[in-house]
């Protein structure tokens, strides 16, 4: 084979490998247009939708409604299923008609304590020392109950303990101060945590907080949390709870009776 005819070989090869990519390349392109023309659904807006709202709100007040547009205009993080935004919050306004992207969305912890809370729950700091608060042991997100043992029938008074709130929320948890701190701030134990309540708990809770003999927070169970039913103890239903008179005559107290003579003080 002469040199002349090598290099025609050679050019007629290359040319044959270009077409190929050629043909790939509008073939890709045809089928990717086809694509982006195809319709897709999306949710839009019904009507505007402000900062701070919830995606559950968003979903049960029917402020989306199902729309279908060609792929290419499908915004970035446009959403397919409302579930995708229903634990979290809108960080900017929706307006009418707009696609609903996760890029308008963050979590509620994201955006602080405020947004966190809505209709009646209020969120309120209280301060204590490690023992109450359980500090190194709490969790944002975890649930606590709210124990206080206090004081009642004046100058005769019985000690109640019961457990006051349930199921209530840590937005914060403890956080540890150090020790100048302790003794310039005033802290009941240099500990503090943030709830998050209703506006009918929080006055139980400041009661508690200013009045209570003893408090502390226990802490709930992460699933499948229950209540026992409610109820009070005193000093004379821990002695008795559970013991046969016999007992009780046997340790020399067969003849306690409550202060005021009933059982429920």
């Not at 446009?78 to 929706?94: F, G, K, M, R, Y």
């Amino acid at each position: 084979m002469t040199y002349r005819v090598k290099n025609i070989t050679i050019a007629v090869a290359l040319a044959l490998v270009a077409a190929l990519l050629t043909s790939f390349y509008v073939t890709n392109y045809q089928r990717n247009v086809r694509q982006d023309e195809t319709n897709v659904p999306i949710w839009v807006a019904k009507s505007d939708i402000p900062a701070g709202t919830s995606g559950a709100d968003i979903e049960g007040k029917g402020l989306l409604e199902k729309s279908e547009i060609v792929r290419r205009s499908v915004v970035p993080g446009a959403i397919s299923n409302p579930d995708q935004v229903a634990e979290l919050v809108t960080t900017q306004p929706i307006f009418a008609g707009e696609q609903v992207s996760t890029r308008r969305f963050s979590t509620p912890s994201q955006r602080g304590i405020k947004a966190q809370l809505t209709g009646v729950q209020r969120a309120i700091q209280v301060d204590g020392n490690e023992h109450q608060l359980m500090a190194g042991v709490l969790k944002v997100g975890d649930k606590v109950d709210l124990v206080a043992t206090f004081g009642a029938g004046g100058a005769q008074a019985v000690h109640f303990t019961r457990i006051v709130l349930r199921d209530v929320e840590v937005l914060r948890a403890p956080a540890t101060v150090n020790a100048s701190e302790k003794i310039t701030s005033g802290r009941n134990g240099g500990y503090n945590l943030i709830l998050k309540v209703t506006d009918t708990q929080v006055q139980k809770l400041h009661w508690v907080y200013t009045d209570a003999t003893k408090w502390h927070l226990e802490m709930r169970p992460g699933v499948d949390a229950a209540d026992s039913p409610e109820n009070v103890e005193s000093w004379y239903s821990v002695l008795r709870e559970g013991v046969r008179q016999k007992q009780l005559e046997d340790a020399g107290a067969g003849n306690i009776e409550p202060v005021g003579g009933n059982s429920n003080e």
